[in-house]
């Protein structure tokens, strides 16, 4: 496998145009192609985290450095107002979708479940170390980590969905999308991604469900879109071409840097990671 963190980062360019007056719970609507597609503070902070537990760099440093460099991107209110402090600032108590969204480097990265959690919760603490943000982080990093390993949807479903969110375990998409709402808390953003991974074909099919949820559209597909990576090991090529074409260099060596630590980690030969 090859491309990990893209993963996230194509949910989020596609999704990108689908936020705010642009929702729309229309599966047949989606495209995920539009030519003004492009990524926003979810991609920066996904790779700013990736970034740090790779080179071993301060978590909240790193995600404070990277955010103020690229900070016209969408950061969220309370976010962007850590970001613009003159000096960082301790961790905010959020419970809100941005633990999730910038979590995916932990559940591909990690070796066991208790260093899938470790890592998750390394990338919350900055500023989401409210129990639910943390929650939030770690269901999301499990559910990679689970399709990494060959764990089949009912598994994560077990594991993760009921485990974590018991009250959405009986929930269909069906169930939840024709209520479906604007939801920036971890409580109704993650259990809702998990859904669309779980109910889905392939890795597009997972994030046009996403997206015509209606709701937060970049950060669920950026959420769901490593699970669904994680689990069916491909991606449309098309869809990797557009993400490469629009991140900036940093990104694209965290990106290959990740590929190249994951197939270490699991033994793949540079050749047979590059192929599958």
């Known amino acids: 496998m090859r491309n990990l ?8 360019i596609a999704g990108m145009p689908y936020e705010f007056e642009g929702r729309t719970k229309r599966y047949d609507a989606v495209d995920l192609l539009l030519p003004y597609n492009t990524y926003t503070d979810d991609t920066v902070c996904t790779f700013a985290c990736a ?14 450095t990277r955010g103020r460099a690229d900070f016209h991107r969408g950061f969220g209110g309370r976010f962007a107002r850590w ?27 990690a070796d066991s479940v208790e260093e899938c959690i470790e890592l998750a919760t390394r990338t919350a603490l900055p500023t989401h170390d409210h129990p639910e943000g943390i929650k939030g982080a770690v269901a999301t990093a499990l559910a990679i980590f689970y399709g990494m390993e060959g764990k089949d949807k009912s598994y994560v479903r ?27 808390t971890c409580q109704q953003t993650i259990p809702a991604a998990l859904i669309c991974f779980l109910e889905s074909r392939d890795y597009a099919d997972c994030l046009k469900l996403s997206i ?10 950026a959420i769901s879109g490593p699970m669904a990576y994680a689990y ?11 993400a490469k074409a629009k991140l900036p260099k940093w990104m694209l060596d965290v990106n290959d840097a990740c ?15 590059a192929g599958e």
């Open 5 to 12: 963190l893209l993963s996230a980062a194509i949910g989020d």
């Open 51 to 64: 970034e740090a537990l790779l080179k071993g760099l301060d978590m909240a440093e790193n995600l404070w």
């Open 83 to 109: 970001l613009m402090a003159r000096e960082l600032k301790p961790s905010y108590h959020s419970y809100g979708n941005g633990s999730g969204m910038r979590v995916s480097a932990a559940g591909f990265m």
């Open 158 to 184: 077990r594991h993760v969905l009921e485990q974590y969110y018991p009250d959405w375990g009986g929930r269909t998409y069906a169930d939840i999308q024709p209520e479906y709402r604007f939801d920036e």
């Open 212 to 221: 015509a949820l209606g709701g937060d559209a970049d950060t669920l597909a």
């Open 232 to 242: 069916y090991r491909e991606m449309p090529e098309e869809l990797v071409a557009n």
């Open 259 to 273: 590929d190249e630590a994951v197939a270490r980690r699991r033994g793949w030969s540079s050749a047979a990671s």
